[in-house]
C-alpha cells in the first residue's frame, strides 16, 4: 500500500471512529424541532400607542428581550424570529405549559415600589357549606359575607375619590382582594440589576432584588421615609406585596416574598433581570403542539428514510456488484457522519431535516454512480483497475465538486433566508453536502483500493461495462 494511500485509510478510520463516539449511544443526543418534539408556537403583534410607535429600533429591541427571557428559561433551540413589518413568531420546543411560556415572553414585568397611602381590608374567605350545621346558618354566612365584600368594594370607590387629589397615584389590589391607594413611585424597576430566585427560614420560594448604585441610594431613602409603614411592591399594577418596612435597609438588596411556587418565583425573577418589553404586544396565535403529534412524524420520517436507503443499497448492490458493497459502505458513513454533524453543532433536526437526509442518501450515491462510470470508462480503454480508479477520480472529482458547492449554495441561502423548518432543511442538507463529498474521495477510494486491487473486482468492472 502506497504511503498515501495508508493516509487516507489512517483518516477515515479517526473521521468514523470519532463519529461513532459521538453518534452512539444516540438516545437524547439530537435537538428534536417543535414539529417533531411538540412545545408552543407563539405569533406576537407589535401593538402601537401614542408613548410607543412601531418602529425598526423597538422591534429590535422586542426580539432582543424576548431572546433574553427565553434564553434563561432553559428551552433548548428556541426560534425567535421577525415576520413582516410588526410580527415575532417564538417557536419553544418541549414546552410543556404554552400558557406559562406566554407568560413569561408576553407579560412587560415593570416593577415598582409605592408608599401606601391607604389601604382597604382583605376580602375574608367565604364560608363553605360544610362548616356549618344547616343551611340556614350558612345562608346567614353566605349574606354576612356578601355584606363585608360589598363594604370593601365600597371603600375602593372611597379611595378612588381620595386618590383623585394626589399626583401619581393609583388604585390597585392584591391577590387576597385588598384595595391600595398607592402613592408615588420611590423606586423604578429600571433601577434594577439583578433579580434571583431563593427560599426563606420557611422553605418559601422568594425573590431577591439587587439595585444598582443609584437604586440603592433611592431604596435607602424609601425605607427611611416609610419605617412602620408598608411599602407596595407593584408588578405590572398589582400589588404583589406590601410589608411593613421595620427599619431602614441599605445596601441595595431587598426581597419580594408572596404566595409563589417555585416555577412562578423563577418566572418572575426571569421577567425582571430581562426587562421590560420595549413596545406592547398582542397574541395572534397561540398553538400547542403535542407530543404524539411529533412522535407520529418521527416515525413516519424514519420509516421513509428506511425505504429510501434500503432500496438506493440495493440498486447500487445490484447493479455494481463489488463496486456497490463500497458505495454502500460509503453511504453508511455518510449518514452516520450526517447525525455526528448534528449533534456536535448542537443543531436541530425538523420534519424537512428527515427529507433533507433522505436526498442525502439520494446525493451520496450519485457521486459514487459519476466515479464508476469514468472508471468504466477507463476500463475500457485498456487501463489497469488501479490506473482506472486512479483516473476516474480524477475526472470525476471537479464535476462532483461543482454540483455540491452549488447546492450548497442554495441551502446557504435557504439558511439565511428561511425560517424555523426551512432552516433546519437547510442545515441538515449542509452538513449532508459535505458528509457525502468526503465520503466519495476518501471512503470509497479508500474501500477500491482493496476491492479493484483484486483481479475478480476487475473483472466484476468489465462484465458491467
Known sequence: ????????????????????????????????????????HIVLQAKETEENKVTEDSIERLLAVLRNRVDQYGVAEPVIQREGRDRVIVDLPGIQDPDAALELIGKTAQLEFRQVVNATSPVPPGPQRQNYDSDEEFKRAQERW??????IEAGKEDLARIGAGLEGSLVSRDDEGRH?????????????????????????????????????KLFDSATAETVGRQLAIVLDGVVISAPVVQERITGGNAQISGRFTPAEASRLSIMLRAGALPIAVDVIEN?????????????????????GASLVFLFMLLYYRTLGLAADTALAVAILLVFAGLI???????????????????????????????????SLAGKTPLAAID???????TTILDANITTLIAAAVLFYFGSGPVRGFAVTLSIGIVASVFCNVLVTRTL?????????????????S
Open 287 to 307: 398553538r400547542s403542539v403535542g407530543p404524539s403529534l411529533g412522535e407520529d412524524s418521527i416515525n413516519s420520517g424514519i420509516r421513509a428514510g428506511l425505504i
Open 1 to 40: 500500500m502506497l504511503r498515501r494511500d495508508r493516509w487516507r485509510l489512517g483518516i477515515v478510520v479517526m473521521v468514523v471512529l470519532a463519529a461513532l463516539v459521538t453518534v452512539f449511544p444516540i438516545s437524547g443526543k439530537i435537538n428534536l424541532g417543535l414539529d417533531l418534539k411538540g412545545g408552543a
Open 391 to 397: 483516473a476516474g477520480f480524477k475526472k470525476a472529482l
Open 146 to 151: 356578601d355584606a363585608a365584600k360589598a363594604e
Open 344 to 378: 456536535s453543532l448542537k443543531a436541530t433536526l425538523t420534519l424537512p431535516g428527515i427529507a433533507g437526509i433522505v436526498l442525502t442518501i439520494g446525493m451520496a450515491v450519485d457521486g459514487n454512480v459519476l466515479i464508476y462510470e469514468r472508471m468504466k470508462e477507463e
Open 448 to 464: 477500491l483500493q482493496h476491492f479493484m486491487g483484486r483481479r475478480g473486482a476487475a473483472a466484476s468492472l468489465r462484465t458491467r
Open 180 to 216: 391600595y391607594l398607592l402613592g408615588k413611585t420611590l423606586v423604578a424597576g429600571k433601577d434594577l440589576v439583578d433579580a434571583k430566585t431563593q427560599y426563606d427560614n420557611l422553605g418559601r420560594a422568594v425573590v431577591a432584588l439587587t439595585f444598582s448604585s443609584e437604586g440603592a
